[in-house]
């Protein structure tokens, strides 16, 4: 019983991890798309952050530490796995009609 409760809480962590990569992209893809690519430096740090955190803390705590690294890495990869699909439509929706009017927005550097 003990390792179930290890695995939630690191799979919690996981998750709660993986919103706010999700939360940061979504924000600089909103501000500015080529800064997206840029910010994967800061994901990679939150999300080996945690499993560091884990790996290191797991002997302090009263459950076994191979439950709490699996349930740290299913916790980041699913819900990521999810959020991904969410941005990738998010980047794929066809702008809105405002946006196609504007000229400044125009592509195509002027070509006739």
Known sequence: MEMIAGFLIAAAAGCAVAAV??????????KNGAFAGALSAVRMLLSAGLLAGVYFLAPHTPWDRTGMLVGAALGL???????????????????SAEDETD????????RS
Request: aromatic share 8%; charged share 25%.
């Open 77 to 95: 990869t699913v819900p990521m796995f999810l959020f991904t699909i969410l941005l990738v439509r998010r980047a794929n929706a066809p702008k």
């Open 21 to 30: 990569n999700y939360r940061l992209t979504k924000r600089a893809m909103e």
């Open 103 to 110: 000229p400044e927005n125009k592509q195509g550097g002027g």
